[in-house]
């Protein structure tokens, strides 16, 4: 089949062994099938500018009528000691797990609903991509690559002769007009912002006006793919570029609504600068690359447009902390999120508002630590970071770094209780269901053992936590 421009690419150092064992692995068993095999996507995308190998192989497969690419997973898993492949109808894919990596093998003509592109197969496929530099390939086993992977370069195919200029012009545009992209999947809308986010790359400047006009399709997207496609942007080196992209594009409206409230939402108040959500964003920058952590970066501050009471000295948003907790919550389990992440996300936005001050007591800063639990190393990088991107954030900086080394020394001399009561027997105790509630008692009875209220007895904690669940246990917590 016809392959458009070529460019022999020198193999990254990172790529060699992974190309190898693929080779090795996928070519003998597609000659066998009489198939023609091409890598594609983010990993040629990746050996071309020289990044190192994720991991990851996307295969496109050709021939074998509509099962040609699930014939080839399956005998390449089994190989593997793996069984069957996982499949995902719907896609026309299949993937297969190992140790040293992924592949998920296509069908050409069933992975898009795009067709008759190009009267050439390759070509066609290259169209229906999602963008020009993830459209560029290179054949497992054919004329145009090393059959046993031993080259020092291989031969990249550009069937639609824009990818592999793009690329080097670091430009990102879809292959055929943007709006037929994205209407084929629009998660492609998100996935045009982790490329910006993590290569920044230039956009096109059609996707924009693209996207909004296809934004009402994002509802459509199955949430744990947009949740994927988040997580990767706030990991990514530059999760800012990918957002303010997104919300330019109004991606956020139909899934993440809570994210949307915050674009364009001006703080009067004299504290923090306008914008809250160029704030946010500064935020999530100033955030090491952990995940629980930018998310509640990303949704620290979600609850302030709700929470608004203006006045003539300037707005205030008491209690946002709470709002912003519930809210996130609510967008986390709409994404399918997991109770883990969301747990910790929650915790940290209702835990963020920090008011240290120089009279705090040691016991003040106990109950601090024991209320941060193990959120203490993550509540203080976020503390700081929403700090660090305040307008007068001076004293506040300063106070922070001496809270730091107080926490630093309080820790050190203190013991490592244990609630003396399970989660099961707070809500047994209780007549509770899970939930905060439980996690939230089992702080009150750690902290009144640490502080000498009660001993470590089972008995007493049980009196004890009826008395502080019928006096503060129903309420939700306010700031520290």
């Keep these: 089949m016809p392959r458009g421009q070529t460019r022999k690419v020198k193999i990254p150092p990172g790529f060699h062994e992974p190309l190898r064992a693929l080779f090795d692995e996928v070519a003998p068993v597609a000659v066998r099938l009489g198939l023609h095999v091409f890598l594609v996507g983010g990993a040629v995308r990746d050996l071309v500018e020289g990044r190192p190998f994720s991991g990851e192989w996307d295969v496109v497969v050709f021939g074998g009528g509509d099962n040609g690419a699930t014939v080839l997973a399956g005998q390449i898993s089994r190989a593997r000691g793996r069984g069957e492949p996982v499949s995902f109808p719907r896609f026309g ?4 797990c190992g140790p040293r990596s992924d592949l998920e093998f296509a069908q050409a003509h069933l992975r898009s609903n795009l067709a008759d ?15 020009t530099l993830n459209a560029l390939y290179v054949e497992i086993g054919g004329p145009a690559s090393a059959a046993d992977g031993s080259s020092n370069a291989v031969t990249v195919l550009d069937p639609c002769g824009r990818g592999l200029k793009d690329l080097r012009a670091g430009r990102l545009r879809t292959p055929i007009p943007a709006r037929l992209t994205f209407e084929d999947d629009p998660l492609r809308i998100f996935r045009a912002a982790r490329l910006r986010a993590r290569n920044s790359y230039r956009i096109e400047p059609s996707m924009g006006k693209a996207a909004r006009r296809v934004s009402a399709l994002i509802r459509d997207i ?3 793919r947009i949740l994927e496609e988040m997580n990767r942007i706030l990991l990514s080196d530059h999760p800012s570029l990918g957002l303010e992209m997104l919300a330019r594009w109004n991606a956020f409206g139909a899934m993440l609504p809570e994210i949307q409230a915050m674009v364009g939402f001006r703080q009067d108040n004299p504290f923090h ?9 500064r935020v999530i920058e100033r955030c090491p690359a952990d995940l629980p952590l930018r998310w509640a970066a990303l949704l620290h501050d979600c609850g302030k447009p709700a929470a608004r009471v203006p006045s003539e000295g300037g707005d205030s948003y008491h209690g946002h902390e709470s709002v912003g907790a519930e809210l996130a919550e609510n967008l986390l389990k709409r994404l399918k999120a997991g109770k883990k992440l969301t747990r910790q996300v929650v915790d ?7 008011q240290y001050q120089d009279e705090w007591s040691d016991r003040a800063v106990r109950r601090f630590i024991l209320r941060a639990g193990d959120h203490l190393e993550r509540l203080l990088a976020l503390v700081e970071a929403d700090s660090a991107s305040l307008r007068l954030r001076a004293k506040v900086l300063r106070d922070l770094g001496e809270l730091k080394s107080r926490v630093k020394a309080v820790t050190a001399s203190m013991p490592r209780p244990r609630s003396p009561l399970t989660g099961l027997q707070i809500m047994e105790s209780l007549d509770i269901k899970p939930g905060p509630s439980v996690g939230r008692a089992k702080d009150a009875l750690v902290e009144a053992v640490v502080e000498g209220e009660i001993p470590p007895e089972e008995d007493a904690a049980r009196q004890f936590l009826l008395k502080w669940y019928l006096k503060a246990g129903r309420e939700e917590p306010a700031g520290s």
């Design 93 to 96: 894919t299949s993937l297969v």
């Design 117 to 131: 592109l190009s009267t050439d197969p390759l070509t066609s496929d290259a169209m229906s991509r999602d963008f």
């Design 273 to 281: 600068f306008p914008d809250l959500f160029r704030h946010t964003l």
């Design 222 to 224: 199955a949430p744990e």
């Design 348 to 354: 940290l936005i209702r835990l963020h508002m920090v």
